[in-house]
């Protein structure tokens, strides 16, 4: 982190300094007490379950050069012989105004990406193409709410040439004050699902929620939207900057021709505003193909060529739990997609699992997919259907794995061939003699259910 004064700190925040040494140097920014360095400024988060002002205490000791505080939580300083502390409104909406000021001192262009399903996958594809040509910083893991955005804009130095950052929510408004903080030059949306519907309400509030990625964009930058999506489609007239939309259906660049090559390689071939251009990926699946696309425009939008283009896709390496292929310790593949899940990513899961082994025995295991308020059962029922089309064994896990049974038996499955359980725990014990017989075997629920206990058990971790 390029060094701050806490007069730039209250300049940023409108705070309020309690001490004297004005120039004194912030080298670090953080929320967490027990990470704290010497000359870090702490920042406490008031969360559902905790008050980060109750360890202002622990961050001085560990060496604190100043700390934040709501002016309403004064009380929580009692005691403290420390001056080195700037009131301020409210600590989380400080952190965002400190790090949009940050973000200003560099020069860089950003692509900032948001979507239902796909966001943390395309921001891959998209950092590694800008990395053939570019220093990137990039987010960390799952950095991408209104607390780990500005903690990666706080990562940037002197040696960054450009960033790449995804964007998520749960509610109206986060995303455009997070978009704010970035001022990205391209603006990325991968598809518009029902992901937060429970917060949200309707598909149509989600979108409007993603589309807020747009708002600082200026007419010379640029939103590179999914086509086939309806929501992004319709709103098209009514988009200020430059637009490219990409889809399989619609769109300035088509995508066609894809082809799985095996567990860990497609192929897919590009048309339309670039030409016509064939692509490797080292994943597999269609919508990994679709995400792609979106990354590939980005890299044609920013003047890369197609030799660097395909030498960055070449390179990725997304992280644990997303379409990760392990081997079981009797023999069987697992797709172990146990990161996060919805309705859209379920089934191109299931889809994934059926292109790869068409004439192969086949296991799904499935949990609960949380967030999707009363469209929950609905949804649950749906892939179950789905499940059935693509799976010999079924093993549903969860408060909706009776909705998932239902559905599979409503598509004929053979109810003998479908596992309940209520939660993971009990699910361990018998998890390995249901599906060990199968060849290639499917993990996948939201992140929530800690899927994870599941693959361990089968590569022999536990």
């Given at each position: 982190?390029?060094?701050?004064?806490?007069?730039?700190i209250?300049h940023?925040?409108?705070?309020e300094?309690?001490?004297?040494?004005h120039?004194?140097q912030?080298?670090?920014?953080?929320t967490?007490?027990?990470?704290?360095?010497?000359?870090?400024?702490?920042?406490?988060?008031?969360?559902?379950n905790?008050d980060?002002?109750?360890?202002?205490g622990n961050?001085?000791?560990?060496?604190?050069a100043?700390?934040?505080?709501?002016?309403?939580k004064?009380?929580k300083?009692?005691?403290?012989l420390?001056?080195?502390?700037?009131?301020?409104?409210n600590?989380?909406t400080?952190?965002?105004?400190l790090?949009?000021?940050?973000?200003?001192?560099?020069?860089?262009?950003?692509v900032?990406v948001t979507?239902s399903?796909g966001k943390?996958?395309?921001?891959e594809?998209?950092?590694?193409?800008l990395?053939?040509?570019y220093?990137?910083?990039k987010s960390r893991?799952?950095?991408?709410?209104?607390?780990?955005?500005p903690?990666?804009?706080?990562?940037?130095?002197?040696k960054h040439?450009?960033?790449?950052v995804?964007?998520?929510m749960?509610?109206?408004?986060e995303?455009s004050?997070?978009?704010?903080?970035?001022?990205p030059?391209?603006a990325?949306?991968?598809n518009?699902?029902?992901?937060?519907?429970?917060h949200?309400?309707s598909?149509?509030?989600?979108a409007?929620?993603?589309?807020?990625?747009?708002?600082?964009l200026?007419?010379?930058?640029?939103?590179?939207?999914?086509g086939?999506?309806?929501?992004?489609?319709n709103?098209?007239?009514?988009i200020?900057?430059?637009?490219?939309?990409f889809?399989?259906?619609r769109?300035?660049v088509?995508?066609?021709?894809?082809k799985?090559?095996?567990p860990?390689?497609l192929?897919?071939?590009i048309?339309?505003?670039y030409g016509e251009?064939?692509?490797k990926?080292?994943l597999?699946?269609k919508?990994?193909?679709?995400?792609?696309?979106?990354?590939?425009a980005?890299?044609?939008?920013?003047?890369?060529?197609?030799?660097?283009?395909?030498q960055?896709?070449?390179?990725?390496k997304?992280?644990?739990?997303?379409?990760?292929?392990?081997?079981?310790?009797?023999?069987?593949?697992?797709?172990?997609?146990?990161?996060?899940a919805?309705?859209?990513?379920?089934?191109?899961?299931l889809?994934?699992i059926k292109?790869l082994?068409?004439?192969?025995?086949?296991?799904?295991?499935?949990?609960?997919?949380?967030?999707?308020g009363?469209?929950?059962?609905?949804?649950?029922?749906e892939v179950?259907?789905?499940?059935a089309?693509?799976?010999?064994?079924?093993?549903f896990i969860?408060?909706?794995?009776d909705?998932l049974?239902?559905?599979?038996?409503?598509?004929g499955?053979n109810?003998?061939?479908?596992?309940t359980?209520p939660?993971v725990?009990?699910?361990?014990?018998e998890?390995e003699k249901?599906?060990?017989?199968?060849d290639?075997i499917?993990?996948k629920a939201?992140r929530?259910?800690?899927?994870?206990q599941?693959?361990?058990?089968?590569?022999?971790?536990?």
């Amino acid at each position: 982190m390029k060094p701050l004064m806490i007069k730039e700190i209250v300049h940023a925040t409108g705070g309020e300094y309690t001490g004297k040494n004005h120039e004194k140097q912030i080298k670090e920014v953080s929320t967490d007490s027990r990470t704290i360095i010497a000359e870090s400024l702490f920042v406490p988060i008031i969360g559902p379950n905790f008050d980060g002002h109750d360890f202002i205490g622990n961050a001085i000791k560990k060496g604190a050069a100043a700390a934040l505080c709501n002016k309403s939580k004064k009380e929580k300083l009692e005691g403290l012989l420390f001056d080195d502390i700037i009131f301020v409104e409210n600590t989380s909406t400080a952190l965002l105004e400190l790090a949009s000021y940050y973000r200003g001192l560099f020069c860089i262009p950003f692509v900032a990406v948001t979507g239902s399903v796909g966001k943390t996958t395309t921001k891959e594809m998209i950092a590694e193409i800008l990395m053939t040509r570019y220093n990137v910083l990039k987010s960390r893991g799952n950095f991408n709410n209104e607390i780990g955005l500005p903690l990666t804009i706080f990562c940037l130095e002197q040696k960054h040439e450009a960033g790449v950052v995804e964007l998520g929510m749960s509610a109206l408004g986060e995303i455009s004050r997070m978009a704010n903080v970035v001022k990205p030059h391209i603006a990325v949306i991968t598809n518009i699902g029902v992901t937060h519907i429970e917060h949200l309400g309707s598909k149509e509030n989600i979108a409007r929620a993603k589309l807020e990625i747009l708002e600082p964009l200026k007419k010379d930058d640029i939103a590179i939207l999914n086509g086939d999506c309806a929501e992004l489609w319709n709103a098209r007239k009514n988009i200020v900057p430059k637009t490219v939309f990409f889809g399989e259906k619609r769109g300035d660049v088509l995508i066609d021709e894809i082809k799985n090559l095996g567990p860990n390689e497609l192929e897919f071939t590009i048309s339309g505003k670039y030409g016509e251009a064939k692509f490797k990926l080292p994943l597999s699946g269609k919508h990994n193909a679709i995400n792609a696309v979106a990354a590939v425009a980005v890299g044609f939008e920013m003047g890369f060529t197609k030799e660097e283009i395909q030498q960055g896709l070449s390179n990725l390496k997304l992280p644990g739990m997303r379409q990760e292929f392990k081997k079981s310790k009797f023999g069987s593949d697992i797709i172990d997609d146990a990161y996060n899940a919805n309705p859209d990513s379920m089934k191109a899961a299931l889809d994934l699992i059926k292109e790869l082994a068409p004439y192969k025995m086949k296991a799904v295991i499935l949990g609960d997919m949380l967030e999707l308020g009363p469209l929950a059962k609905k949804a649950h029922f749906e892939v179950g259907t789905y499940a059935a089309l693509c799976s010999d064994i079924c093993v549903f896990i969860g408060s909706y794995a009776d909705a998932l049974k239902e559905g599979a038996i409503a598509s004929g499955f053979n109810p003998a061939r479908i596992y309940t359980f209520p939660t993971v725990q009990e699910s361990v014990q018998e998890i390995e003699k249901l599906v060990k017989d199968c060849d290639i075997i499917l993990v996948k629920a939201s992140r929530g259910m800690k899927f994870e206990q599941i693959t361990q058990k089968l590569v022999g971790g536990l």
